[in-house]
């Protein structure tokens, strides 16, 4: 008969027997066992550092340097504070879904990365999504079609992976911290302390980038207030809207300064106070102004210029040409929108009402453009009615040399007509700038097919990174040369130019720190149109004073129809 102590004796043998054959059966050499405790220890690192690195980036891209990621990040210090003080079974499920609140943050903070460096501001999760689309076709121009949709893809892969990976990397590691638990809570105090520290002092490896980091709080924080602003911005923008000084002014009294004028209203793409001013542009683009000015005064022109602060950067052209000509700030898609669909008193239905005829010259517009009715335009040219033949000059359809042409022979060069109101759209100095066109005498233009060979510029899509700075100029100096052709070629007594930068080109160019400030100038031949803006205090040719006068361009619309009009009637609420 068997003891207690004999039959667990026995129990115990046979359970070795049992490991054995067990180990018997799967054995692990030890060369395994340790590369997998070294391939565990190389994941866990990994996914520490993607944690960090998520949130310790900065928001800007001109701060995006290895020593920027140098920081403590108050977040995680509470995020092990709250993983170790979470019930075990709590403790995946609060891991899991705090990653996928932090993954879609580090999602929202590349988005707002992207449109710093190309918008000069973060992206609004309310007012931004549709800005997507134009993004879309800026690729698509540049890259091709194959490009944009490879673009989405990847853009989509990129978010979705982002998410999961940073869900799984913090659920790699609340199980360390929960299995180190006397590590972790030691680590976690003494980087707090060391986090209030270097709070204390502002110690900075990077300058604007504090060591103790909290900019994933304060990047939900601020969005979340962004929110709440940008739900309210169409109320704001209506009662706005509602207030129109010129609205119900008779014909009588619109533009008497501008009777028996055409005028020319072109916007030229990206081009900002950068161009004129920035030590990389100023010397060769103010030469160009300064000789164009020289060449339009031989032909019997007058020029003054001045700034304005445009309401976008980088992009969203539509935003500046709709602020301009509506009296209206529009710096978002919804009010954009809102303001196409309204029944605004535009710039160009003032022409309109006065007399004018009314056209717009859009070569960038590829489609169906319903906008067109809003702005009360008597003729649409775009793209699919233009008549181009030539080559693409990257983003660019056709040269603005082939747009101006286009604008002289089918409108203003015609007999017996009533005055023109011409607004253009000049695209050679769109990013990216991989291919400029050159300038051919204006007879030999016809239906574009001389810039046959113009158009390959580089290999990729965008210059080289040591280039592009260059060619942003030379675009920027080709539209500036072809105004001044176009005026010295076709310009009359009765011809006035008004030409405006819509915006700054993107930080690429600029650089950090850059204004929204853009020139515009205005050119005539009789002397009584610049005498209508003397008390503007613009400077005399094309080239503004550094410290002239900047007004926002919302207000160019009254100031302009004040000083060519006879009058105004109040507006009503």
Request: with cysteine; net charge neutral.
């Amino acid at each position: 008969m068997l003891t207690t102590d004999s039959r667990l004796e026995r129990v115990k043998d046979e359970d070795v027997a049992a490991g054995g054959a067990e180990e018997k059966a799967a054995p692990e050499p030890g060369g395994r066992r340790r590369w997998r405790r070294a391939a565990g220890r190389a994941v866990t690192g990994a996914a520490f550092l993607f944690v960090v690195a998520a949130l310790v980036a900065p928001v800007e891209s001109s701060r995006l340097t290895p020593a920027a990621f140098a920081r403590v990040p108050v977040e995680g210090i509470v995020g092990v504070a709250l993983i170790l003080a979470v019930p075990a079974r709590a403790r995946r499920y609060a891991a899991g879904a705090a990653g996928a609140v932090l993954g879609l943050l580090f999602v929202l903070k590349v988005m707002d990365i992207g449109f710093e460096a190309v918008m000069f501001r973060p992206f609004d999760l309310v007012l931004d999504w549709p800005l997507l689309s134009p993004a879309i076709g800026f690729v698509q121009g540049s890259a091709g079609r194959a490009g944009a949709v490879g673009a989405v893809i990847l853009a989509i892969v990129l978010a979705v992976a982002a998410v999961v990976l940073m869900s799984l990397s913090t659920l790699r590691l609340s199980g360390a911290a929960a299995r180190h638990h006397r590590t972790a809570a030691r680590s976690a105090v003494v980087l707090g302390a060391v986090w209030l520290l270097c709070a204390a002092l502002g110690a900075q490896f990077v300058e604007g980038v504090p060591v103790a980091s909290r900019s994933t709080a304060v990047l939900a924080y601020d969005h979340a207030v962004q929110v709440r602003s940008s739900l309210n911005d169409g109320e704001e923008f209506a009662e706005a809207a509602a207030v129109d000084a010129f609205r119900d002014t008779p014909p009588d009294k619109l533009l008497t300064g501008l009777r028996g004028k055409d005028v020319v209203l072109a916007f030229v793409e990206s081009y900002g106070r950068s161009a004129v001013e920035g030590p990389e542009f100023a010397p060769q683009v103010g030469a160009v102004l300064e000789a164009g000015a020289r060449r339009l005064d031989e032909a019997g022109f007058s020029a003054r210029s001045g700034w304005l602060t445009s309401p976008t950067a980088g992009g969203g052209s539509w935003l500046a040409h709709a602020t301009l000509l509506s009296g209206l700030r529009v710096d978002n898609q919804q009010r954009y929108r809102t303001l196409v669909n309204s029944d605004r008193f535009t710039l160009n239905r003032a022409f309109h009402r006065a007399g004018s005829r009314t056209v717009a010259l859009m070569p960038a517009i590829t489609r169906a453009w319903p906008e067109g009715g809003f702005y009360g335009y008597d003729k649409v040219y775009d793209n699919r009615n233009l008549g181009y033949k030539g080559p693409r000059f990257s983003f660019a359809t056709m040269p603005d040399q082939y747009t101006l042409s286009v604008l002289q022979r089918t409108e203003l060069a015609a007999d017996d007509r009533a005055t023109v109101m011409a607004e253009t759209a000049l695209v050679s100095s769109h990013a990216p700038w991989a291919s400029i066109p050159r300038q051919v005498p204006w007879e030999a233009v016809g239906d574009g097919s001389v810039f046959q060979g113009m158009g390959k510029g580089y290999d990729a899509p965008w210059p080289p990174a040591d280039r592009i700075r260059a060619e942003y100029r030379k675009s920027v100096e080709y539209t500036l040369n072809t105004l001044v052709s176009f005026m010295e070629t076709y310009g009359d007594d009765e011809t006035v130019l008004v030409f405006l930068g819509d915006h700054q080109p993107a930080p690429l160019i600029t650089g950090p720190g850059a204004s929204r400030d853009v020139p515009i100038t205005i050119v005539a031949k009789d002397d009584a149109v610049l005498e209508r803006i003397s008390s503007w205090g613009w400077q005399d040719g094309l080239k503004p004073a550094k410290n002239g006068p900047v007004w926002p361009m919302k207000d160019f619309r009254d100031r302009f129809l004040t000083a060519f009009g006879g009058g105004a009637t109040p507006g009503r609420r």
